[in-house]
């Protein structure tokens, strides 16, 4: 089991962009599907974005067309492209692995620890 460590939360105004990113390991790509949530203020944690380890991305409604995963394999990070931000997209963002059992078997989801995110005007 490795850590996820997330970075790049900032303040930024409406309709400004931010790139997240999350220091995973180069292995885990193979195994897990990483993905990105978001937890509003006094809200449910909710999923934005996935990638799988096919590399196949998806996306929640709201998000779409604005927001891009990707991931660099080399260095084992999970990045999180967001652009044309708007107000509600204020909250804690969070790295997320969930293991692929066809591939791996059974373990625990893995977590990071959130980088703040700030829409405001």
């Known amino acids: 089991q490795v850590q996820l460590v997330e970075s790049g939360g900032d303040l930024v105004q409406p309709g400004g962009s931010l790139r997240l990113s999350c220091a995973a390991s180069?292995?885990?790509?193979?195994?897990?599907?990483m993905g990105w949530y978001h937890q509003a203020p006094g809200q449910q944690r909710v999923m934005v974005a996935t990638i799988s380890n096919a590399g196949t991305p998806k996306y929640a409604g709201s998000v779409k067309g604005r927001f891009t995963i990707s991931r660099d394999i080399t260095s084992g990070t999970v990045f999180l492209q967001m652009n044309n931000l708007k107000v509600e997209d204020t909250g804690v963002y969070y790295c997320?692995?969930?293991?692929?059992?066809?591939?791996?078997?059974?373990?625990?989801?893995?977590w990071g620890q959130g980088t703040q995110v700030t829409v405001s005007s």
């Open positions: 180069r292995r885990m790509f193979d195994i897990y599907t």
């Open positions: 997320h692995a969930e293991r692929d059992v066809m591939v791996a078997g059974t373990g625990p989801d893995i």
